[in-house]
């Protein structure tokens, strides 16, 4: 009798914990999230004629945000940009005048890439095969799902490599010894297909040639007269 | 035939009826009861009758017949005439007034008056012991007043021959009784009298006393010797009082310094004919704030209602010797219905709020008698005749008072009245609050603070009224007034637009409401929910 009364208690627990509202937090996938990077601002572009916005956020949903939110102009500062919900009112100047109902603007704002690679700062050409760069991407992002994209850089101009899109990136064999290849690294964070707030890092790879074969006069023993 | 009878019928019936109309509105309803019926004789010899029907002919009652009496060496005759009521027959102590003019001389005792009963025209009837007095009408003629100790319908005067050789006459107008009624008491005249001799005592101006003029006055002076002595001023009226008729004495003294003590010095008697009935003091009736009225040399009307006699003289007499009171002015002896009731009469007060009327209420003990209000002591205009006054709205300042008063009169229309009692009404001060000002809202918000400042005068509660009843909007009745703001509810379906009420305060302790303060509130349109496109910036 007295397991049965626990169990019941113990069931009635988790109906109301589970009955509970769970106020969403925006996550990059949240519908009509605006998603943003770390240091961006959100400018809201000019208000209707006679009157101002005014920015309330909310870290969840809500009718009553009441964290109000300083414009700069008309834009919110990269330090007031935060994920959560922003809600828009235009409000007129004159004396007495009336707040619109608000627009909620869900906002994602992805937490800052660190990207780098692993790779030699030269090989040999006759080592290429055997070659492969590692990159790696830091983020304290509760967001993982990243693309990467491989590039070459000359003159300052990144060429992407064709399918390489993985963290690993194998150099060409064709690459020519004896030169050096900027390879350039790009991570950023993949949503529905696209990526945003992408970081790089650039690494100068050489590759030397294959030394020629040696001439060696390899001088034996002279033959003894015996 | 039938018919014939039928109309002759109503006709007698009809004619009874005029006929008992007439004979009540000759026995009881104010009109005098002339004698009707006389005769007439000499005693001695030289007395004469000349024109003896004149004293019974009420169609002309400036005629008179003369009695004359004539004393010679040799003879001597007076003469008699003997006035008959033909149709009444007056009760004991009842009192017969005769106007007679006659030399003052005579009044000692020369002209006498007798009561008779069972008098007619063929017989004298019986003598009944009778007392008479006689005192002066204020068109300067005499009256005789004669009250039988017994029932009466006759007076016999008697002219008697003159002490000293010469004629006397005496003119003989008319006799009359007068039942008790609710018309106008009439004062016939006053005499004065008093007990014992006071060195330089008397009453100057008499007939000022009962001349229905309150400006002027009868002069009582006590005199400075003769301590213990009275000097005294008689009204006589036409007919006896109803019970709970008031004595009314209108009297001021010269500017003084007063007590109010001396007042009791000051006697009001009633006599029914010749019998004292009811006797109070003048002091009696006054209370101490008047003393500054009184010494100040204003008139003051006092109404002294004894309980359950009647009434048809009221002597006012003044101890002599008291030198503060040496110069009583009466200016008017009057029988006035008797005060009026007042439910809060002075010194209580009756309360209202500043600017609101005061509906002051009062009755009257005497049937047949109305309240006139007014707004002074003295004088001054009717304000209204009836048992409720409504004032104008009292704008008097805080702690100060407004004075109405209310008297008794007759609905008849007599000038006399009572005694105006006092009535004092406050006016406690209206609670107040400051709006701030006008209040803007936006539309579909359903609450706004109507906050206020400068309480005064203690208000607890508040009203609110829209003006023009906007759909939605609920009136406020008598809500508890919240610390410093108000919270006004406006319907969600308000449309854009101004909208006025009007704010009452209210004081809970003192039901006194603060006048409307206007508010109003703008309701603003509310502006579209933006639509911003906004735009991610960090695909690549």
């Known amino acids: 009798m007295k397991t049965t009364m626990k169990r019941l208690y113990v069931s009635l627990m988790l109906m109301t914990m589970y009955s509970l509202p769970v106020l969403a937090q925006v996550t990059p996938t949240t519908p009509d999230v605006k998603l943003?990077?770390?240091?961006?601002?959100?400018?809201?572009?000019?208000p209707p004629v006679g009157s101002d916005w005014i920015v309330r956020y909310s870290t969840t949903p809500t009718d009553t945000p009441t964290e109000g939110i300083v414009l700069s102009g008309n834009i919110i500062s990269a330090a007031d940009l935060n994920s959560g919900y922003y809600y828009i009112i235009s409000k007129g100047t004159g004396a007495g005048a009336c707040e619109s109902e608000m627009q909620e603007v869900p906002v994602y704002k992805f937490a800052a890439l660190a990207v780098d690679f692993t790779a030699p700062t030269s090989y040999c050409i006759e080592d290429v095969a055997s070659q492969e760069f590692t990159g790696s991407a830091t983020s304290t992002d509760s967001y993982t799902s990243l693309a990467y994209q491989w590039y070459t850089v000359n003159a300052g101009v990144e060429t992407a490599i064709s399918g390489a899109t993985s963290i690993t990136y194998k150099p060409s064999e064709t690459v020519t010894p004896g030169t050096e290849t900027t390879y350039r690294l790009k991570a950023g964070y993949l949503v529905d297909g696209l990526r945003y707030c992408s970081a790089i890092v650039d690494k100068a790879i050489s590759v030397t040639v294959k030394p020629a074969k040696p001439t060696i006069t390899i001088s034996g023993v002279t033959g003894e007269a015996l | 035939m039938y018919l014939t009878v039928r109309i002759l019928s109503i006709f007698r019936a009809l004619a009874l009826c005029l006929l008992l109309l007439a004979a009540a509105n000759l026995d009881g309803y104010g009109q005098k009861i002339y004698a009707d019926v006389q005769r007439s004789g000499t005693t001695g010899t030289g007395g004469t009758i000349t024109d003896p029907n004149f004293s019974v002919d009420v169609s002309n009652l400036t005629n008179y017949t003369r009695l004359s009496a004539s004393s010679t060496v040799l003879v001597s005759g007076g003469a008699w005439q003997q006035l008959t009521f033909s149709s009444r027959t007056f009760l004991a102590n009842s009192t017969v007034f005769i106007k007679v003019n006659v030399a003052?001389?005579?009044?000692?005792?020369?002209?006498?008056?007798?009561?008779?009963?069972?008098?007619?025209?063929?017989?004298v009837g019986s003598i009944v012991t009778s007392q008479s007095t006689y005192f002066t009408s204020i068109d300067g003629a005499t009256y005789l007043a004669v009250t039988g100790n017994s029932n009466f319908n006759a007076i016999r005067i008697t002219l008697a021959p003159p002490a000293l050789l010469g004629v006397s006459t005496a003119d003989i107008y008319y006799a009359f009784y007068e039942p008790t009624n609710k018309a106008c008491a009439e004062v016939l005249g006053t005499s004065v009298g008093g007990t014992g001799i006071s060195l330089g005592g008397g009453v100057a101006n008499p007939l000022n006393a009962v001349d229905n003029n309150l400006n002027t006055y009868s002069s009582l002076n006590g005199g400075i010797l003769g301590l213990g002595y009275t000097i005294s001023q008689t009204a006589y009226f036409s007919n006896l009082s109803n019970i709970g008729d008031a004595a009314t004495i209108t009297f001021s003294l010269p500017p003084s310094l007063l007590q109010l003590s001396l007042f009791n010095n000051i006697n009001i008697n009633l006599y029914n004919g010749s019998a004292l009935v009811n006797s109070g003091t003048i002091g009696g009736l006054l209370s101490l704030d008047l003393l500054g009225l009184l010494r100040s040399g204003q008139r003051y009307t006092v109404s002294y209602t004894p309980e359950n006699v009647v009434f048809d003289r009221i002597e006012v007499s003044i101890a002599t010797g008291?030198?503060?009171?040496?110069?009583?002015?009466?200016?008017?002896?009057?029988?006035t219905p008797a005060k009026p009731i007042v439910p809060i009469a002075h010194p209580s007060v009756e309360t209202v709020c500043y600017g609101s009327i005061a509906t002051l209420r009062a009755t009257t003990a005497s049937e047949g008698s109305v309240l006139r209000w007014y707004n002074q002591l003295n004088d001054g205009t009717i304000l209204?005749?009836?048992?409720?006054?409504?004032?104008?709205?009292?704008?008097?300042?805080?702690?100060?008072?407004?004075?109405?008063?209310?008297?008794?009169?007759?609905?008849?229309?007599?000038?006399?009245?009572?005694?105006?009692?006092?009535?004092?009404?406050?006016?406690?001060?209206?609670?107040?609050?400051?709006?701030?000002?006008?209040?803007?809202?936006?539309?579909?918000?359903?609450?706004?603070?109507?906050?206020?400042?400068?309480?005064?005068?203690?208000?607890?509660?508040?009203?609110?009224?829209?003006?023009?009843?906007?759909?939605?909007?609920?009136?406020?009745?008598?809500?508890?007034?919240?610390?410093?703001?108000?919270t006004l509810t406006i319907p969600a379906s308000a449309s854009a637009g101004t909208y006025t009420g009007i704010l009452r305060v209210k004081n809970i302790t003192t039901s006194c409401e603060s006048e409307g303060i206007a508010f109003s509130i703008i309701v603003h349109p509310k502006p579209n929910v933006p639509n911003l496109e906004i735009i991610t910036n960090s695909q690549y």
């Open chain 2, 104 to 123: 003052s001389s005579l009044l000692g005792g020369g002209i006498t008056a007798q009561t008779y009963v069972g008098s007619n025209a063929s017989s």
């Open chain 1, 36 to 46: 943003f990077c770390d240091g961006s601002t959100l400018d809201l572009g000019t």
């Open chain 2, 384 to 486: 209204l005749e009836g048992n409720e006054y409504t004032t104008p709205p009292v704008t008097i300042a805080v702690g100060d008072t407004a004075f109405y008063y209310v008297a008794t009169a007759w609905a008849s229309g007599c000038p006399a009245e009572s005694q105006r009692v006092k009535i004092t009404v406050v006016a406690n001060p209206l609670p107040t609050i400051t709006l701030s000002s006008s209040l803007d809202m936006c539309q579909g918000d359903v609450n706004s603070l109507l906050s206020y400042t400068n309480i005064a005068n203690d208000p607890t509660r508040y009203s609110i009224a829209w003006s023009g009843s906007p759909v939605g909007f609920v009136d406020v009745n008598d809500a508890p007034l919240p610390l410093n703001n108000i």
């Open chain 2, 322 to 335: 008291v030198a503060l009171l040496t110069d009583l002015r009466i200016h008017e002896i009057q029988r």
